[in-house]
């Protein structure tokens, strides 16, 4: 199995070597600031008391308090907190918001919890880190399996704690908890805001450019979305259980609608069934990973057809895919750049909250348009001037800020 946090080391030493860092920089990139590891109880609905597992990782604050989501899933680990915690540090700094890098998680399977259960375990969770987060310190959000409900009882659990309603301590909490229009949206539509920004360079033709995306969660469904509503054509996406295919393309809703009354994507009138190692090796233009971590890996790099790989999940490749995509000239437009929409949006949460204003939907998209835009500019004309990678391009201009800010 790839170990994430070994694909990070990677990853640094690499752009490392590009930029000619020091190696006493390296050395204290390659560690995070903290590393809290947590164990709590939860009594159960059936009265029973459970312990459960928690992280919060916390990699670097030299260009802001840590920022970064809580993940709940049963295969949650050190590895993989670590791994994102860093990411997130490069994230932040390549959308050019004031934050660094955390991340957290629980051990959970959130299929097998009821809804109070979740709650009891998100309040509990909140009160095992409190001391090392809030809104000048480190602030989390959602990620895989965690929702704006679930940061809603963080946020006031938080406030139990430190006796004061404080929204900026935790970012995608419901609008009515002190939210920001458009959260849902935004991490989805900032990798169409990527896509676009591509085509426009590449001269792609939307109606004559085909996509298939894996994982149609909160990321997988908006950029599959708006990506159809723009005239690309999804002809293939993916959830936990099943691939659909439709070459004449997917109604994207239409899928979710099917899904939500019969259970299963199984059975979509006009979509065949394939297998998730069909997925990968479809002759479309763009593949979208947009799930979990290392599912392109040197098992299937070498059969991939897709000309671009837009990382909406973070970590989807290996690096030893990495190579071997890059070597087969398959551009990756790396998950700190095309997933950075979501991080982005939730600054300007935390700006709001910070300065007590409500933003529209629409000042929200715009603004995160003009960061994707310049973020995007910044990688594509590294990437030209200095023949790397894509991924090694947004790791220059993201790793070289936060060095600077490190002093
Ligand atoms: P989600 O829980 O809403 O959705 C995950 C989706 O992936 C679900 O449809 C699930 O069925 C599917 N899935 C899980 N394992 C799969 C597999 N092996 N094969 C196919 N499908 C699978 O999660 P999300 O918020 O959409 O996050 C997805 C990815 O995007 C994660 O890597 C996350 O770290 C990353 N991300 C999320 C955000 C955000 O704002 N939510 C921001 C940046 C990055």
């Known amino acids: 199995m790839n170990d994430p946090y070994v694909t990070s080391i990677t990853q640094l030493k690499r752009i490392a070597t590009i930029l000619k860092l020091p190696p006493e920089v390296v050395e204290r990139l390659s560690v995070h600031d903290k590393f809290l590891e947590v164990h709590f109880p939860v009594t159960m609905d059936n009265g029973t008391v459970r312990m459960f597992l928690g992280y919060r990782a916390q990699h670097s604050n030299a260009r802001g308090p840590y920022k970064g989501g809580i993940r709940f899933s049963p295969f949650v680990n050190p590895s993989e907190i670590r791994a994102l915690s860093m990411w997130m540090t490069w994230k932040c700094s390549i959308a050019d918001i004031p934050f660094g890098g955390g991340k957290g998680g629980v051990v959970v399977d959130t299929k097998q919890c009821s809804s109070w259960e979740l709650e009891r375990i998100s309040r509990a969770y909140i009160r095992a880190i409190h001391t090392i987060v809030g809104p000048d310190k480190d602030v989390p959000a959602p990620d895989m399996y965690t929702t704006p409900e679930m940061m809603g009882w963080m946020a006031d659990e938080y406030a139990k704690i430190v006796g004061k309603y404080t929204p900026a301590m935790i970012t995608a909490k419901p609008i009515e908890k002190g939210g920001i229009e458009g959260r849902t949206e935004a991490t989805g539509l900032g990798g169409f805001y990527v896509l676009q920004n591509l085509a426009e360079r590449e001269r792609l033709d939307p109606k004559q450019t085909t996509i298939a995306v894996q994982g149609i969660g909160n990321v997988g469904y908006y950029v599959a979305r708006y990506a159809r509503e723009a005239g690309y054509r999804v002809v293939a996406i993916a959830d936990s259980k099943h691939v659909i295919k439709n070459d004449q393309g997917i109604d994207i809703d239409a899928a979710i609608e099917f899904k939500k009354v019969h259970g299963s994507l199984e059975g979509m009138p006009g979509a065949a069934i394939i297998s998730n190692e069909e997925l990968f090796t479809l002759p479309v233009d763009i593949l979208v990973p947009a799930a979990t971590e290392n599912v392109i890996t ?110």
């Open 298 to 407: 040197s098992e299937n790099a070498e059969r991939i057809k897709a000309k671009y790989v837009l990382e909406m999940a973070n970590g989807p490749t290996t690096d030893e895919a990495d190579a071997i995509l890059e070597k087969k000239g398959i551009t990756v437009i790396p998950d700190v750049l095309a997933n950075s929409g979501g991080v982005t949006v939730s600054y300007f949460e935390w700006y709001q909250n910070m300065h007590d204003e409500h933003w529209t939907k629409e000042k929200t998209f715009s603004e995160l348009k003009k960061k994707i835009d310049t973020a995007f500019d910044a990688a594509y004309l590294y990437k030209k001037n200095n023949s790397v990678s894509f991924r090694m391009a947004a790791y220059a201009v993201g790793v070289s800020k936060v060095v600077k800010a490190m002093g």
